[in-house]
């Protein structure tokens, strides 16, 4: 089970990863402090749980996402789960039972911002590991390709440290599950994880896409 993705835990207190953080979630200035304290809480949390765990899919999870227009080879499958670990919803619950909102407010801010980027990490991963790369990036409940019903299915053999509930929801929370759609085409990048995505008031979609400037939808499947 690989570890977390070292890169961004490294990244995860400094100046630059907090200022995002601060203006994408409309902090003052004087927010910094307390962001930063947060997430020095966090990361020890972090560095002892969080991980990511990818398997190839097999012909019942691909099927419905390849097309005739792809050649055999052309692309491949992954399933791939990435969490925060357990640590990080009890810290967030222990703020919430003493009524330290404005900390498990900031907590879900740090995570998401984390998770994203864990993304593209994970396919900076796999490039350098195996020369392929993200085309894009499938989801549970995207539509009537990938409903929302076949999660189970995608986490079964895939990690037990990550499971989802009779409602669908993924446990521990800060966890994502996904098809990552892999290609060598150099000419094939990911546009990231709005593509195809249909929801236009989300406040986290793409710069190309919001006035906001956001790089991305803030999304736990």
């Not at 089970?1 to 835990?9: G, I, N, Q, S, V």
């Not at 249909?198 to 919001?210: E, I, K, L, Q």
């Given at each position: 089970?690989?570890?977390?993705?070292?890169?961004?835990?490294?990244?995860?207190?400094?100046d630059v990863f907090l200022e995002k953080v601060r203006v994408r979630y409309h902090y003052d200035e004087s927010g910094t402090e307390e962001l930063r304290e947060t997430?020095?809480?966090m990361l020890p949390l972090l560095q002892k749980e969080a991980?990511?765990?990818?398997?190839?899919?097999?012909?019942?999870?691909?099927?419905p996402f390849e097309t005739q227009a792809k050649e055999p080879g052309e692309v491949r499958y992954e399933r791939v789960v990435i969490s925060l670990g357990a640590g990080v919803d009890s810290l967030?619950?222990?703020?919430?039972?003493q009524g330290r909102l404005s900390k498990s407010y900031m907590l879900e801010a740090l995570a998401?911002?984390?998770?994203?980027?864990?993304?593209e990490a994970y396919s900076r991963r796999i490039a350098e590991t195996t020369g392929w790369h993200?085309?894009?990036?499938?989801?549970?409940?995207d539509g009537a390709a990938y409903p929302l019903e076949r999660l189970p299915g995608l986490l079964e053999g895939l990690t037990e440290r990550v499971t989802c509930n009779q409602a669908f929801c993924l446990l521990p929370k800060k966890s994502v599950v996904f098809v990552a759609e892999l290609t060598k085409d150099a000419n094939v990048r990911c546009e990231g994880i709005c593509a195809g995505c249909?929801?236009?008031?989300?406040?986290?979609?793409?710069?190309?896409?919001?006035v906001s400037g956001a790089e991305g939808p803030f999304l736990w499947h």
């Open positions: 089970m690989p570890a977390f993705f070292t890169d961004l835990l490294d990244h995860f207190p400094t997430a020095r809480e991980f990511w765990e990818s398997r190839p899919a097999g012909p019942g999870i691909a099927r967030q619950d222990d703020y919430s039972g998401g911002e984390l998770l994203l980027q864990s993304y993200a085309a894009r990036y499938h989801f549970p409940g249909g929801s236009r008031g989300c406040a986290f979609r793409t710069a190309r896409d919001a």
